[in-house]
Every structure is written in structure tokens, then in C-alpha cells.
């Protein structure tokens, strides 16, 4: 099946469970009376290691404007700020459930439930994460298999609440995660999804997730919902503060990510930070820092005091207005309209629990330039190893991830959207922003720093800005274009100024992928990768190079345009100085192995490369996706 693909239009965007059983504790009541109808809904008797959920719905003709939620026995569920907490209930006894709320008419209500696990039979099939939503926000689900057993089906059906329409599922003969848009409701209301598992031994799993449809104010003409699809789509309603206390809390409400705004805030009202301070603290960042879970700030925080390149983010962000961290940022990307950055929150997880908040539909790109007879992959390497993408992290595997591994996510990532935010308010601006003016006002009356690279430095490849079109915007690939071959393409690149085929697609991506490449190799001392297959080669697993090369950044062809870039970005680097002492470009080998050049340039007595078939092919697939959209 194909996935259901969903794009949100936001103007110009650059960057780019539930637990086993039948019965609940309770139905919400149709009468008005609040008390009455506030209770707990969800499974209270499942076995130890199965995934729980439990929501409450507004009562009706209300909502609900804060809650709070408790779980005895030290589990602290991360969603404990919204209408649904969902955890994996793994060790046997019984836990006290209590919610308090405050609806918007200034009733306080509560209630409380006792969940109750015991030590029988291991659940087969986990299905995770129940989950809070708004009308016509974007939901995915996902279920494991918890046994040894092999998998020979999957069936997916919602159970009750409100009809859901053009779900959708991964490509495959089954799928195990599903994706849909939330029906819009007069009321929250309660969707109950079932996935079963189907065993070759003959033997069915099932388990259900509550996914919880808030009744959401919205304006059809605001910035971050989208109509263009003949249903309207929002974005999630239980966005805070990092930090209450910020100064700019009410601000990042108001001026950020909501389904209300129509109008870039002025600068009176959330300045950039270099209006504010020359040297941001990390404090001074996690003021503007706005997330869908507050694990987020937490990871944002460790990256902020502990990365090799934290000096140079809290720089670089004082171009922006604020930092938005959620879970259904898919792909992240900076927004001049705002002058914030959105990150999708995959690149934060540390734990199995906090990757399970996570949302995963498909980008809206992922089909684009399928008819194209050639790929084009990049990767991040460091010391003959992959550093980005990063293998072994399969959301079945439940793995936890290292403030390392967060890093490696994280940084290229950050280094390119503030790239964008400097871009468009470089440190020659930021004296001069009047308090009544606003970001969008400013971007429509200046040029940016993009405009004069490509004016002084331009890329000159018509061949390759009309295949990004195709590759990143979806244009259909005429027939000249799908008989182009790698070699061709290869070519075009080699002999042209970019460092990233990405760089084709518009002037704002060429300059931002400069300075990221730049940067990574120079604080990190990360290498980058970018390489050209036949369409034939990787869809037969043959992962033959027909050109590829390390370290492009400081090829001949491009030291001039990075040194623009980054030195309008960062002035106080000496980017000549820098670029005479970083390693050399490097061709791989005519007919190499796109894996075999891991150990590129190293000694010859290296270890061989040992990796397993299974994690190449995940790798594959996790290029395959950047290589049609550069962030997710």
C-alpha cells in the first residue's frame, strides 16, 4: 500500500499504546454537567510489559486548559501536560492513576483509576502510543512484535470513536505503523485503533491505542493550517514553554506555532535574540525555546552544554526568535515569516519511551523524482564509520541513544536551518530592526545574503536546477530528464560549485548546506560524503559507485563560495586560514563499494568493513529518504 502523504503549506518553508482486554473504566457521559462526565478512560488489568494508555475527553461544551496527570509507583509518563499518557506498564502490582484539570470556564475537575498488572503470559503484540491529537491533526501508530515468531500479516481497524478516513500504511506486504488525519469533532472524542499480528505458526496478537481528538479552536486562513488538501489540517494544540517563568512565554503562545495565527509578531513583541544580547547564555536560549514535550527542552538543554559546536549554535541563534521542538515537525525547517526554526524532534530521542512520543508519518516528499535513472546519497563519516545517518536504530530494536548519537543527529541539522536564519537577519541587521517592525516585513523589503552568492557565485548547471525541481519540489521528470544517466548527472556535478545535489533546488539551500558541510568538518572534524548511483544499481542491492567523493567542501570548486557563506555567517572565523588546514577532497575509487569507502584514505591495513546485510539495506532506506528530503 502507499502511504497517505500530507504537506503542510506555511508559505515558504526553507530547511527544509494502548494495552490488551476489552473493557474501560468508564464511558463519557452526554450530560453537561461537568463532574459527571470527566472520567478516566482506558484498560486497568493488563499483563507486565504491555503498553497502557489512559485519556480524558472535556466534558461537553467545555475544554480543558490544563491538566495534569499522576502515576504512582515512580512512572512518569511524558505527556502528563496533555489529555493522554501512554506507557509500557513493565513491572507487576498496582499503580494509582489520578487527573486533575482546570476547564475553561474555571471548573477544576478530577479523577482517578487503579491499573493493575500481573506477571501472566508476556504480550505478543505491543501497540504504542496512545496519544493526545487535535481535529485534524496527524497521527501515526505503531505496533511491535514481541516474540521470535515470524510475521506473516498485519491488519489494522479502529475500533470505535469517530470515523477515520484514507488511513495509511507503510509501503510493504504489511505495515506495522499506520497513519491518518484526525476527523474533525464538535467535542474530544476518543479513536480506538486495533493492529493484529498474523504468526506463521497459525497463532493471532492484537493490541489497541486511544488516540484522543481535541476539540481545537481554529482559523481556516491562519499560517500553520492547511486547507489545500479539501480537509483541514492543524498542528497540536499542547505546544509550552520550556520554561513557564520565560519572559517571552506568553509571546511564543501567541507568535509561533499555533492554529490561530494569522500575522508575523513584531519584534516589539518577540525580537530576535541578537536584538536582546550579543552573548546569549544557554539560558538566554531556553527562554525561546517552545516544545510538544518537555523531554525535548530537557535534550535541547544537554545538546546546548555539552556539544563541541554549542558556542557556535548559541551564535548562530541569535538570528532567530524563537526554537520550536514537536513531535509532528516532519521535516524540521527555519520560517521567515516567524524568524523561528522547527526541528522535528526524531533528532532529540534518547529513550525507547521518548521515541515512542514521536510522530512518523512520511514526509509528503518521499515519492518525488522516482522516475529518475540515477540517486544521489550523502552521509557524515568520522574515523571510517558512519556518523550520520546512524545504523542499529530501529524503532523495533528499542535501543536508547547516547548524548553522542543525539549530537551526531542534531548538529549538521542546527548548523543548516540557523545558516537559513542568518541568511535572512545577518549580524549586519540586527542594530537596526525598529521594536513595530516584524520578520516577514523585514524579508519582503531586503535581499538576503543567498541572493548576493548567487549573484557573485553562481551555480551554472541548468541540467541539475531542473532535476531539483524534480528530486525536492516534485516537478513531473520529462523524458530527456529520465534518460539522463549517473554518469551524466555525475558530470554536471563534479565540473559545478555545490557540495550537495540539494544545492540545486533553491539559492537558500545552496548557501545553508555551505556553512553546514563547512562547519562540520571544521569544529566536528566530521568528513562528508555525497556519491551518484544508477537507479538500477541500488534497487538490485548493488551498491556500486558510478562517482563519489569525501570532503567536496574543500574542493576547488567550492572554497570560494563557502568562504562567502560562512564568513557573512560567522565573521570572526578566518575561513581561508581554516580552509588551508582542513583535509583535501578525495575521489572514491573508480567502481568502489559506497559502503567499502567508509575507510576511504585510510591505511590500507585497515580492518575490513563488517556489516551486517540487514543494517546496510536499513541504511539504504534511511538514504533514500534524505536523498529526497535533505531533513526529517
Not at 27 to 50: D, H, K, L, R, Y
Not at 179 to 203: C, H, K, N
Request: glycine share 6%.
Amino acid at each position: 500500500m502507499k502511504p497517505w502523504l500530507l504537506s503542510v503549506s506555511l508559505l515558504t518553508l526553507y530547511g527544509c499504546g494502548g494495552g490488551g482486554g476489552s473493557e474501560s473504566t468508564g464511558t463519557p457521559s452526554p450530560t453537561p454537567t461537568p463532574p459527571a462526565s470527566f472520567e478516566i478512560q482506558g484498560i486497568t488489568n493488563v499483563s507486565a510489559g504491555e503498553s497502557v494508555d489512559f485519556a480524558v475527553a472535556a466534558p461537553v461544551n467545555t475544554r480543558i486548559t490544563d491538566i495534569s496527570w499522576t502515576v504512582s509507583g515512580g512512572i512518569s509518563p511524558l505527556s502528563s501536560h496533555t489529555q493522554v499518557i501512554g506507557f509500557d506498564a513493565n513491572n507487576a502490582g498496582e499503580y494509582a492513576i489520578t487527573v486533575e484539570a482546570t476547564l475553561n470556564n474555571g471548573q477544576s475537575v478530577s479523577d482517578s483509576a487503579t491499573l493493575t498488572v500481573s506477571d501472566s503470559e508476556q504480550p505478543q503484540a505491543i501497540l504504542r502510543l496512545g496519544h493526545e491529537t487535535s481535529e485534524g491533526g496527524r497521527v501515526s501508530l505503531r505496533v511491535d512484535n514481541n516474540t521470535l515468531k515470524d510475521v506473516t500479516d498485519i491488519t489494522w481497524e479502529q475500533v470505535s470513536g469517530p470515523t477515520v478516513a484514507d488511513i495509511a500504511y507503510d509501503d510493504g506486504d504489511f505495515s506495522y505503523s499506520v497513519f491518518f488525519q484526525a476527523p474533525r469533532v464538535t467535542s474530544d472524542s476518543i479513536v480506538e485503533m486495533r493492529a493484529t499480528l498474523f504468526y506463521s505458526d497459525g497463532t493471532t496478537a492484537s493490541d489497541t491505542a486511544q488516540v484522543l481528538v481535541k476539540d481545537t479552536p481554529v482559523d481556516t486562513d491562519a499560517y500553520f493550517v492547511n486547507t489545500s488538501n479539501g480537509v483541514v489540517e492543524t498542528v497540536t494544540t499542547h505546544m509550552q514553554p520550556y520554561r513557564a517563568d520565560s519572559p517571552y512565554a506568553n509571546a511564543l503562545s501567541s507568535c509561533v506555532y499555533n492554529n490561530v495565527l494569522t500575522q508575523s509578531c513584531s519584534f516589539a513583541t518577540l525580537p530576535l535574540l541578537g536584538q536582546v544580547t550579543e552573548n546569549p547564555s544557554i539560558d538566554d536560549v531556553l527562554d525561546r525555546t517552545y516544545v510538544s514535550h518537555p523531554w525535548m527542552g530537557d535534550a535541547f538543554k544537554s545538546f546546548l552544554e555539552t556539544s563541541a559546536s554549542s558556542e557556535d549554535m548559541r551564535k548562530l541563534l541569535r538570528a532567530t526568535t524563537a526554537v520550536v521542538i514537536s513531535y509532528e515537525v516532519r521535516p524540521s525547517f527555519y520560517w521567515a515569516v516567524t524568524g523561528a526554526i522547527y526541528l522535528d524532534a526524531n533528532n532529540f530521542w534518547r529513550t525507547p519511551a521518548e521515541r515512542d512520543t514521536l510522530n512518523t508519518r512520511p514526509d509528503y516528499r518521499s515519492g518525488f523524482g522516482n522516475a529518475l535513472n540515477f540517486s544521489s546519497f550523502w552521509r557524515y563519516v568520522k574515523e571510517g564509520e558512519y556518523y550520520f545517518p546512524q545504523p542499529g536504530l530501529s524503532a523495533a530494536s528499542r535501543v536508547t541513544r547516547t548524548q553522542e548519537g543525539v549530537e551526531a543527529a542534531l548538529t549538521w541539522l542546527m548548523y543548516h536551518e540557523l545558516a537559513h536564519a542568518n541568511d535572512f537577519f545577518d549580524y549586519t541587521t540586527w542594530g537596526s530592526l525598529s521594536p513595530s517592525d516584524s520578520p516577514l516585513a523585514f524579508v519582503n523589503r531586503n535581499a538576503q545574503l543567498s541572493d548576493g552568492l548567487e549573484n557573485a557565485l553562481p551555480l551554472t548547471s541548468a541540467q541539475l536546477h531542473a532535476l531539483a525541481d524534480v528530486r525536492y519540489g516534485g516537478d513531473t521528470a520529462s523524458a530527456t530528464q529520465q534518460s539522463y544517466t549517473a554518469s551524466q548527472v555525475a558530470n554536471w556535478f563534479e565540473e559545478d560549485g555545490a557540495v550537495s545535489f540539494y544545492s540545486y533546488y533553491t539559492r537558500r539551500e545552496d548557501f545553508a548546506t555551505l556553512v553546514e558541510r563547512f562547519m562540520m568538518l571544521y569544529r566536528l572534524g566530521v568528513s562528508s560524503d555525497v556519491a551518484v548511483f544508477t537507479r538500477d544499481t541500488i534497487n538490485s542491492r548493488d551498491y556500486t559507485v558510478t562517482w563519489g567523493q569525501r570532503n567536496r567542501v574543500s574542493d576547488d570548486n567550492t572554497v570560494m563560495r563557502v568562504d562567502y557563506a560562512v564568513s557573512r555567517v560567522l565573521p570572526s572565523l578566518n575561513v581561508p586560514l581554516i580552509q588551508s588546514q582542513l583535509p583535501g577532497p578525495t575521489l572514491f575509487p573508480l567502481n568502489s563499494d559506497w559502503f567499502e569507502t567508509l575507510v576511504l584514505g585510510m591505511d590500507e591495513n585497515s580492518a575490513p568493513l563488517n556489516m551486517p546485510d540487514g543494517v546496510k539495506a536499513a541504511l539504504i532506506e534511511k538514504h533514500k529518504q534524505l536523498e529526497r528530503h535533505q531533513f526529517q
